[in-house]
């Protein structure tokens, strides 16, 4: 029987909830053809069992913000529904701030999707990063107004990063609108308008939602590596100094350095965002992404028919598996390193040629 009915739990598209997280993991399905339940987040609304039960497939996005409200809501009637239930995560196990017990997570779903690799390995699921909608994050027509820009909220991690940061970055201003695709829109075009997007620290150990979504709007990101060791086979999505350029975020001082060099090289600068821009809509678009949900759930559901019903890890997929067909991946066999020695020296290597220092101090904390 053929997925035909989705529903989709998610938290609402909002500063702290991308849009590729929420309504437009709904938006995207339903322009793939797909009849779409939006259920929104669990507290807010309550969508009645017998709905659900209508359902072939169920995403949660972002699960681990209401999973005990789902639980509460639903109780043993939840375990009972005949759709196949898909967990897709937006943070990180372990965060410089807190730790989420996904652990814990696992009866609520079938398939395990994580956008940190680490996660997909420690908690035996799927690799599957941060999809953009090229539909609303794309190139719009405007004049870039911006050297070097920076949108995001401003915990106190960023805010006490943010002094130390040397260069004037430009803070766009928020964009709200009671239309979220109208939110999407204009925040894609204050992306189109800045020439150089500085990401700041984050508080996940993986390639913010943020990244892809500039990218896709042909602006050069700078976007800090992650240096925790857990994290660091996460930036090889990107190829650094091809599609976008890492910074040792524990040398602020390293952004103006960055930023200054490809203003001077205009050329250099404009390559970079259209490499950016061609990867991002050619393995990183957020219906790529929903298109291997709904095929994995589509596998699971013929082997079910076939009388197979895979239980504990039989059904999944190692995490290490290319989450997109053609994007350059780690191989399915490739072995995690704790140290990961030696993962960051070619790139490390290619930029101390062009800006000597870079990436020295990061590379030798890793080695350790």
Wanted: charge should be neutral; charged fraction near 20%; hydrophobic fraction near 40%.
């Amino acid at each position: 029987m053929p997925v035909r009915t989705v529903a989709v739990f998610h938290c609402t598209s909002d500063v702290g909830s991308p849009w590729c997280c929420a309504e437009g993991i709904s938006s995207t399905l339903s322009a793939l053809g797909y009849r779409v339940l939006d259920c929104g987040r669990p507290g807010r609304t309550t969508v009645p069992i017998e709905d659900l039960q209508q359902a072939d497939l169920i995403i949660l996005s972002a699960v681990e913000w209401y999973h005990d409200v789902l639980r509460a809501n639903y109780g043993a009637a939840w375990d009972a529904l005949k759709a196949i239930k898909v967990a897709w995560y937006a943070e990180t196990a372990h965060r410089d701030d807190q730790d989420f017990p996904f652990e814990r997570y696992r009866p609520i779903a079938d398939l395990h999707y994580f956008p940190a690799i680490q996660d997909a390995a420690e908690f035996d699921g799927m690799w599957l990063p941060f999809g953009v909608d090229t539909t609303l994050f794309n190139p719009k027509p405007v004049a870039k107004i911006h050297n070097a820009a920076f949108r995001g909220q401003m915990y106190p991690k960023r805010q006490e990063y943010i002094q130390k940061v040397s260069y004037p970055l430009t803070m766009l201003p928020a964009v709200s609108d009671p239309d979220p695709i109208r939110s999407c829109e204009l925040l894609a075009t204050a992306y189109s308008a800045t020439r150089i997007f500085v990401n700041l620290p984050a508080l996940s150990r993986l390639i913010v939602t943020k990244v892809p979504e500039v990218m896709a709007c042909r602006t050069m990101v700078v976007t800090p590596a992650i240096d925790h060791p857990s994290g660091v086979q996460n930036m090889r999505q990107f190829v650094d100094g091809k599609h976008l350029v890492y910074y040792d975020p524990n040398r602020p001082e390293e952004i103006g350095e960055i930023v200054q060099y490809y203003l001077d090289h205009p050329t250099e600068l404009d390559a970079i965002a259209t490499a950016g821009w061609e990867e991002a809509n050619r393995a990183h678009t957020l219906e790529l992404r929903v298109k291997r949900i709904v095929s994995d759930a589509q596998n699971l559901i013929e082997q079910r028919a076939g009388g197979h019903d895979p239980k504990g890890g039989e059904h999944r997929v190692s995490g290490l598996q290319q989450p997109t067909q053609g994007a350059e991946w780690l191989g399915a066999t490739e072995k995690f390193s704790a140290a990961m020695p030696g993962t960051l020296k070619p790139w490390a290597s290619r930029h101390a040629t062009k800006r000597p220092g870079v990436f020295a101090r990061l590379v030798k904390g890793l080695r350790r």
